[in-house]
């Protein structure tokens, strides 16, 4: 049996898309925070690394979604999609991955990483290295003549300015998101059969055949007679254990075994 009569890959994307949006929607908060120190200023930098690598999985979901006679969602999907290829160039090469010439260009970027300052907080130099990162990241996004592609200049998020450049795109990018996410849920939940207590024999039944093993073939597979025989086991390890005749009985009835 195939996967349509649980709607297994709707569903599939259904989660994918509420944890894509509970993770923006997070990030988003620890983004649009004031600064008043340090740590602050590191719990920003580490958002900031965290939020692409989000936004790249909104990408990844963006290019697998298909929903049929929706125009608007479909142009949408594809202004977006153009509009994340920078979060996947900055999640392949400082995020999900650490790129080894990056990495060497942050360390030519910003030298500040490794100046010997007596008690000097672990806290700055982390922050520097966050920041030569993330900068390297937004710096090497270049076209053909070697010009940033967003920005069309070169960031230092040292700089006012520039960090208003940066972080004003980057709301921008995450509320265009959230709301694609959100128009998609709204139209996944329309199509979704949502279960009712009369099923749950059926789907734990199915649940009690998932094979982990992620390489395999997907198989669903329902006997109202193999899961008869299942609870009744169940139901005598649960008088075994204490549970009183007159709950087993009911249960029996309940399940017609």
Request: glycine share 4%.
């Amino acid at each position: 049996m195939d996967d349509s009569k649980y709607q297994v890959e709707s569903k599939a994307i259904y989660i994918n898309l509420m944890m894509l949006e509970d993770e923006l929607s997070y990030f988003d908060h620890i983004l649009s925070k004031g600064m008043q120190d340090m740590h602050d200023w590191l719990e920003k930098l580490r958002a900031t690394r965290g939020v692409f690598l989000t936004l790249y999985n909104v990408k990844d979901i963006a290019n697998k979604i298909r929903v049929k006679d929706q125009p608007e969602h479909t142009n949408k999907t594809r202004s977006l999609r153009r509009e994340l290829e920078f979060a996947n160039h900055v999640r392949n090469k400082g995020i999900g991955h650490l790129d080894s010439a990056l990495l060497k260009r942050a360390v030519q970027w910003n030298p500040l990483m490794f100046v010997e300052v007596d008690k000097q907080p672990k806290e700055l130099r982390l922050a520097d290295v966050h920041r030569a990162v993330i900068e390297s990241c937004i710096n090497s996004y270049i076209d053909s003549d070697g010009i940033q592609k967003v920005f069309g200049h070169e960031i230092d998020l040292a700089y006012p300015n520039d960090a208003n450049d940066f972080y004003g795109y980057l709301k921008k990018l995450v509320d265009d998101s959230l709301d694609w996410i959100s128009d998609s849920i709204a139209i996944l939940h329309s199509n979704i059969e949502f279960h009712t207590q009369d099923d749950i024999q059926e789907l734990a039944s199915v649940a009690a055949t998932t094979d982990f093993n992620l390489k395999a073939e997907q198989v669903l597979h329902y006997s109202e007679e193999e899961s008869k025989v299942k609870i009744s086991r169940g139901l005598d390890v649960l008088r075994d254990e204490g549970i009183s005749d007159e709950v087993i009985s009911k249960l029996k009835k309940k399940y017609e075994i």
